[in-house]
């Protein structure tokens, strides 16, 4: 079952903040969260497992609510190398094949 | 030293061609993924195999055939392109952790062109 990403793109001034969601109709192990340059390969950012947690590095966050079976990636004081898409990947059982949503399109301008 | 790679990185053929993508992974991980990417950016999951297993096969004609002759390696052989089969393939490959971690390394890509 694909996840629903939201929104579909967004435009940010450097130093704005954006979210990123990604939802699931069926109960999920776990969230990958990856990005996108265009004519590159994903990049993996961050894994989220079950049981509500929330991870970081640098200016990029993530949470992972098991409940509502949703992930939410949080961009904050954008730059311009964040732009991309931004890929969740959602696994039901535990290092299976990654179901992709179709991505949100993030374009950081000057 | 490239973790995931794949070759050629270009393809581009005619319809009814035979063509094979080779991908290679140094990274010592027991399983590997095929993705394909078409021109609306949607990835999707072709095939995966463990220790030379192929452990899910998804819903993708079969004209499309996964080889691993080794754990490092995963090829995809396709008959008889078809112009919906131009897309961006993906390699990718895994290793489970503990805690259920694990991370997926994705290879540079090969453009497949049908003409």
């Known amino acids: 079952q694909q996840p629903v990403q939201s929104p579909q793109a967004v435009i940010l001034r450097e130093g704005e903040d954006a979210v990123i969601n990604c939802s699931s109709s069926?109960?999920?192990?776990?969230v990958h969260w990856y990005r996108q340059k265009h004519g590159e390969a994903p990049v993996f950012l961050m894994i989220?497992?079950?049981?509500?947690e929330q991870k970081g590095h640098d200016k990029i966050s993530a949470s992972f609510n098991e409940k509502k079976q949703q992930s939410s990636l949080y961009l904050t004081a954008s730059q311009l190398s964040y732009s991309g898409t931004y890929f969740c990947?959602?696994?039901?059982?535990?290092?299976?094949?990654?179901?992709f949503g179709k991505g949100t399109r993030l374009s950081v301008i000057a | 030293d490239t973790a995931v790679s794949q070759t050629p990185k270009y393809l581009v053929t005619q319809m009814g061609n035979d063509k094979s993508i080779k991908c290679e992974q140094n990274?010592?991980?027991?399983?590997m993924y095929w993705y394909k990417q078409d021109s609306k950016k949607f990835l999707k999951i072709m095939f995966s195999?463990?220790?030379?297993?192929?452990?899910i096969n998804e819903t993708v004609p079969n004209r499309f055939s996964p080889k691993s002759p080794d754990k490092a390696h995963l090829n995809l052989h396709i008959n008889s392109l078809e112009l919906g089969d131009s897309a961006v393939y993906f390699c990718?490959?895994?290793?489970?952790?503990?805690?259920?971690?694990?991370?997926?390394?994705f290879g540079p890509g090969t453009r497949l062109t049908v003409t």
């Open positions: 990274l010592g991980h027991d399983t």
């Open positions: 195999y463990n220790n030379k297993e192929l452990i």
């Open positions: 069926k109960a999920l192990y776990s």
């Open positions: 990718a490959s895994s290793q489970e952790l503990a805690g259920g971690l694990y991370e997926q390394y």
């Open positions: 989220l497992l079950k049981g509500g």
């Open positions: 990947g959602t696994d039901n059982s535990g290092n299976t094949p990654l179901v």
